[in-house]
C-alpha cells in the first residue's frame, strides 16, 4: 500500500515538476487526437445518415395473377419467417393501381383500353439491419425467385452496392488515419517521457542501487503517460465539442435554405469514454516504448 | 561473505581485472587499495552485479552472481548497503527521504520507516538534519547521510568507493571511525580507497590491487 502510494505521488510530481513539458505533451495529444475525433465524428455521421437511407431500400417481390388465396396466404407466411425481411406490406393488384393513379395521374391514359388491371400484386419487404449488404441482397433475391408464386423480385442493387462501397472506403480511411494518429500519440508520449527518464537518470541509478525492482522504478512513469494521455484525450473531446457546436449553429443557416435539416449528432457517451481510454492506452504504451529504451541503456 | 575466484574483466578487449582470486570473511573490514585505473570500482561493481564478469566466479553470501537472474539481482542488493564519494542523494527529497528509500522499497509500514530511519540517522550523529535537503549539508553531513541510508537496512555487506575522496583529513578519520563502528556491529565491509592515510587509520586487513592484478593482500585473518 505504502509502495503504491509512493508510486503515485511521484508520477504526480513528474508531472509537477515538469509542468512545462507535460503541457507541451497534452497540447499536442490533444491535437493529435482531435484530428482523429474529426474523423470519427464524420465517420459516425455518415454512417448514422446511410443507415438512415438503408431503411428505405426495399425488395419488391411481384406475384403472379394465378396465385390462389391459400398460394398467397403461404407466400406471406414464407416471407414472414425469412430472416431477411424486417417486415412486410402487402400491395394488391387494386392497391397498385390506386397507386399508380395517384402517382402519375398524366398517364393513366396508358392504362386505358387494356380492360383489365395489369399491375401485379406484390409484397414489399423491409429489409433487416444485418442482411442490407450487397452480396447478401443477391443471394436471397435469387433465391426468391424460384419460389413458386414469385413472377419476379426487383431491389435497388446500385444503391446499395454504392452505399456499401462509400461506407466501406470511410471505413478504409478511419482505420488509416487512426492508425497514424495513434502511433504520433505514441511518438509524442514516448519522447515525453524519455526527457523525464532522462532528466532523472541519475536517480533511477540510485533507486536501482539500493534495490528497486524494474517494476517500483517503471510503474510511476507509465502512470504518467496514461495521465498525460487520459488528459490529451479530454482536452481533444473539449475541443470537438466546442468545433462541434460552432458548425452545427453556423450550418444551420445555409442547410435550411438548401432544404436540408441535417441530423448531426457528437460521440455518444460510450464513444467519449472509449476515446478517453485510448488516449490513457496510448500515452501507457509510449511510456512502455520509452521504458524498453531505458532497460536497454541499464548498466 | 565474499568469494571471487579466477575473475576476469575486459574493457574493449583490454583487461581490467586480470585472475582475480580473494576471500572475505563474514564481519571483515577490508581496505582495497590501489591508484586509479586499478581495477577498484571495477571490482565493486562486479560485486554488486552493475556488471558481469567475463571469466571467473563471484559468490556472495553463497549465491554465484555470476549467473544470477536480472529479476534476482534487486533482492541480492537488499542485502547491501552502498557508499559513494559523490553520495548520490536525492537533492529533491530531504535527508529522512533519502534514507528511508531502501526501507520504502522494500513496502515496510511507515511506523517502521520511521523507526530505522530514526536509528540511522541517530548512528551517523544526523538526527537533527533529517529534515534538511542535501544541498544544504556539508560534504560530510552528506556522506554521513549517504551512510545513514546504506546501513538502515541492516546490510550484512557494506561497499564503499572512495567514500573519503574530497574530504580532509579530520572528516576522513571521522568518516572512518563510522566505518568501525558499523563493523563492529557485523556488517562486512570492503572499501575501496587509494588514500595511503585510511590505512593508519583503520588498520585492518589491505588488498592492494595493481594494473587489475592483486597485487598484495596484507593482514587477513586480523
Known amino acids: 500500500m505504502k509502495r503504491i502510494g509512493y508510486m503515485i505521488r511521484e508520477a504526480l510530481t513528474n508531472i509537477r515538476v515538469n509542468q512545462t513539458t507535460t503541457i507541451i505533451a497534452i497540447v499536442t495529444m490533444a491535437f493529435t487526437l482531435a484530428c482523429f475525433g474529426v474523423f470519427l465524428l464524420l465517420y459516425l455521421n455518415l454512417r448514422g445518415a446511410v443507415g438512415a437511407l438503408q431503411d428505405d431500400i426495399k425488395v419488391i417481390v411481384y406475384l403472379h395473377d394465378n396465385l390462389s388465396a391459400q398460394g398467397l396466404a403461404d407466400l406471406q407466411q414464407r416471407l414472414t419467417g425469412e430472416p431477411e425481411a424486417a417486415a412486410l406490406a402487402y400491395v394488391s393488384k387494386e392497391k397498385a393501381l390506386a397507386d399508380f393513379r395517384t402517382q402519375f395521374p398524366s398517364e393513366q391514359s396508358l392504362l386505358q383500353g387494356l380492360g383489365e388491371n395489369p399491375l401485379p400484386a406484390s409484397f414489399e419487404v423491409t429489409l433487416a439491419p444485418r442482411y442490407r449488404s450487397a452480396d447478401s441482397v443477391k443471394r436471397w433475391t435469387d433465391r426468391l425467385k424460384a419460389i413458386p408464386g414469385v413472377a419476379q423480385v426487383q431491389y435497388s442493387r446500385d444503391w446499395i452496392d454504392n452505399l456499401a462501397a462509400m461506407i466501406g472506403y470511410v471505413e478504409l480511411a478511419s482505420v488509416a488515419v487512426g492508425l497514424l494518429l495513434a502511433a504520433a500519440s505514441v511518438t509524442i508520449i514516448a519522447n515525453t517521457i524519455r526527457l523525464t527518464l532522462y532528466a532523472r537518470r541519475e536517480e533511477i541509478e540510485i533507486m536501482r542501487l539500493i534495490g528497486a525492482t524494474g517494476a517500483f522504478i517503471k510503474i510511476p512513469y507509465l502512470l504518467e503517460g496514461a495521465v498525460l494521455g487520459a488528459l490529451g ?35 455518444p457517451i460510450q464513444v467519449s469514454v472509449w476515446l478517453v481510454l485510448a488516449g490513457l492506452s496510448l500515452g501507457t504504451v509510449g511510456s512502455l516504448v520509452s521504458l524498453v529504451g531505458l532497460e536497454r541503456s541499464r548498466a | 561473505m565474499i568469494q571471487l575466484f579466477h575473475v576476469w574483466k575486459y574493457y574493449a578487449k583490454r583487461p581490467a581485472l586480470c585472475d582475480i582470486t580473494l576471500q572475505i570473511e563474514k564481519g571483515e573490514f577490508v581496505l582495497l587499495m590501489g591508484p586509479s585505473g586499478a581495477g577498484k570500482t571495477t571490482l565493486l561493481r562486479l560485486l554488486f552485479c552493475a556488471e558481469r564478469a567475463d571469466e571467473g566466479q563471484i559468490l556472495i553470501q553463497n549465491k554465484n552472481v555470476a549467473r544470477i537472474k536480472p529479476s534476482a539481482v534487486p533482492y541480492l542488493r537488499r542485502t547491501m ?11 529533491k527529497k530531504s535527508v529522512f527521504d533519502n534514507v528511508a528509500l531502501p526501507l520504502l522499497v522494500q513496502g515496510l509500514s511507515s511506523f517502521d520507516i520511521r523507526r530505522k530511519v530514526s536509528e540511522a540517522l541517530k548512528a551517523v550523529g544526523l538526527e537533527h538534519k533529517k529534515e534538511s535537503r542535501p544541498a544544504m549539508l556539508s560534504a560530510g553531513e552528506q556522506q554521513r547521510a549517504c551512510i545513514a541510508r546504506a546501513i538502515v537496512n541492516s546490510p550484512l555487506i557494506l561497499l564503499a568507493d572512495e567514500p573519503t575522496g574530497n574530504m580532509d583529513p579530520d572528516l576522513s578519520a571521522e568518516i572512518m571511525e563510522l566505518f568501525k563502528t558499523i563493523n563492529a556491529r557485523g556488517t562486512t565491509l570492503l572499501i575501496a580507497t587509494h588514500n595511503r592515510q585510511v590505512v593508519e587509520q583503520v588498520k585492518r586487513r589491505v588488498v592492494t590491487l595493481a594494473e587489475g592484478k592483486l597485487a598484495s593482500d596484507v593482514g587477513a585473518g586480523q
Open chain 1, 233 to 267: 484525450a479530454l482536452l481533444a473531446l473539449a475541443l470537438l465539442k466546442s468545433g462541434f457546436e460552432f458548425m452545427t449553429v453556423h450550418l444551420a443557416g445555409p442547410g435550411r435554405v438548401l432544404g436540408l435539416t441535417p441530423k448531426l449528432g457528437f460521440f
Open chain 2, 81 to 91: 548497503g552502498f557508499v559513494f564519494q559523490d553520495f548520490r542523494l536525492l537533492q
